[in-house]
């Protein structure tokens, strides 16, 4: 260090660093090296902590590296060579890109190994070794809203993260913050945190900024609230039903929140009405459907009740002219966001109390429920190809807010049927956040208060976007007692 005059660049710590230190500094660190010169070293604690936090190694072939460092998730040297080191280390600090990509590569690695999955994996085999019949019990996480407001700007929530980290780049939707502002209104509502009222107005100016003249919204838009040529190249339906829901729901709970940003929400829902009559969607009919039955139980009318009347008998329709007896479905296939179908039915039943909706609703619920529900466990229809009428789904590419919806859709039939199956089925449904999927891994993050993005066929997705992290707080809520 002396000899090439790099004392103001070399910090030694020079002592024993307890374990959340060591994982302070390891956090910080761009790149890791492991240069021990010993072959018959096994193991390194400290090497595979470093990987679990995200950081690029560069190490020698021990059997430990050579074991976790193949998959392009680290650099290995020769012992004693200290020109291979120089060459791999001046390589990664020059390549942030190389760097990102271990990182996330070294993320995978390790996820299986963390605690709450260990612990699963323990009992599970408890279970198989020890023939023991009881059923695992899940701990209800504490709700936490710090990774959406970590995911929060300006202008709304940030669609995509890269790990926990938000990525800006990909700019904002109108699905997301719609979903944000419901979720935070929630955590208001039912008083379970703090949650400043700022990002409850963000959201609310973000769905406004997104309407156009005509009543109708745009969903795309860039870092810089710039409206993307997504809009012209996706159907926004879905968008357009989801604004409406979140309006409806934030009138329903306004009281907690400054009177005139109530006006403000009814204005834009009402700019609205004009379009019913445009909108086929079957989706798009059923969160609007939910949006007025939330708006009706706080501004009843009649207008209110002509909307949902309109939007309930066009949902209806749809299934009447596609449900078979063996295939009780308003589609001829099985694809995303499926539950909020049958719950909007059953929220037209109450809203104006008319039976066939609430047969409707029940009908497709349970034949909904014998698609998605094995035993004590829920596998949602697979992204990665939908399922249809007569064929098997793919089985694996499960997402967050298919289970989400589930989640939140069993409790509004447990209230009205009051039928203890639904409750049951509920909390097994959210046990798929915990471990109770086919990896026997966490999809919930207890240490950012995120979600992960999915469930695939061999691995989690480590990333933690907003619809994720959104859809898992409002299950969570749901789960809450009246």
């Known amino acids: 260090i002396k000899e090439l005059h790099l004392e103001e660049h070399v910090l030694f710590i020079n002592q ?25 070293q096994a193991v390194s604690g400290t090497f595979v902590y470093a990987l679990s936090c995200g950081c690029p190694i560069i190490a020698t072939p021990i059997p430990h590296a050579l ?11 020769d012992f004693k060579n200290s020109e291979q080191l120089s060459e791999a280390a001046n390589h990664l600090l020059a390549d942030e890109k190389l760097r990102t990509q271990m990182k996330l590569v070294g993320l995978q690695k390790t996820a299986a190994t963390a605690w709450e999955n260990v612990a699963i994996a323990y009992a599970s085999l408890f279970q198989k070794t020890g023939r023991v019949e ?15 407001r970590r995911m929060s700007r300006q202008w709304g929530i940030i669609q995509f993260s890269k790990g926990n980290r938000p990525d800006s780049s990909t700019g904002y939707t109108l699905d997301d913050t719609a979903r944000a502002l419901m979720a935070m209104c929630q955590v208001v509502a039912t008083g379970q945190g703090k949650v400043k009222e700022r990002y ?43 604004a409406v829901c979140a309006l409806g729901y934030f009138i329903s709970c306004a009281g907690h929140f400054p009177a005139p940003w109530k006006e403000e929400a009814e204005a834009i829902l009402k700019r609205t009405f004009q379009r019913f009559d445009r909108i086929e969607s079957p989706r798009s009919i059923a969160f609007m459907l939910k949006g007025f039955y939330y708006y009706s139980r706080e501004c009843p009318s009649a207008q209110t009740d002509a909307c949902i009347w309109l939007l309930a008998n066009k949902l209806a329709q749809i299934y009447r002219r596609t449900a078979e007896v063996h295939w009780r479905w308003f589609e001829a296939y099985l694809t995303y966001d499926n539950a909020i179908l049958p719950e909007a039915m059953l929220l037209a039943h109450l809203a104006i109390g008319r039976e066939e909706y609430k047969e409707i609703a029940r009908e497709s ?11 004590n466990r829920i596998q949602v229809v697979s992204n990665q190809g939908w399922m249809h009428k007569g064929k098997s789904s793919h089985g694996f590419g499960e997402q967050p807010v298919d289970v989400a919806g589930m989640v939140i859709a069993l409790k509004t039939f447990y209230q009205v049927f009051k039928d203890e199956k639904y409750l049951r089925m509920q909390k097994d449904a959210f046990n798929w956040f915990l471990g109770n999927n086919h990896l026997h891994q966490i999809v919930y993050n207890p240490a950012t208060g995120g979600c992960y993005d999915g469930l695939e066929e061999n691995n989690i997705n480590l990333n933690q976007g907003a619809e994720s992290t959104v859809c898992y707080l409002m299950a969570r809520l749901s789960l809450l007692s009246d």
Do not use: A, M, W
């Open 365 to 375: 619920f349970e034949f909904l429920l014998k698609k998605v529900f094995v035993g």
């Open 67 to 77: 074991e976790l460092l193949s998959d392009d998730s680290g650099i290995i040297f």
């Open 200 to 242: 409850v107005k963000t959201y609310l100016n973000f769905i406004r900024y997104c309407q156009q003249p005509d009543g109708s919204f745009l969903n795309y838009v860039d870092k810089d609230g710039i409206f993307t040529s997504q809009n012209e190249e996706v159907g926004l339906d879905d968008s357009n039903g989801r």
């Open 16 to 40: 024993y660093l307890e374990l959340p230190v060591l994982l302070e500094y390891l956090q910080l660190t761009d790149v890791y090296l492991f240069t021990s010169s010993d072959p018959n």
């Open 134 to 148: 009881e059923e695992l019990i899940y701990s209800l996480p504490p709700i936490d809203t710090y990774h959406i």
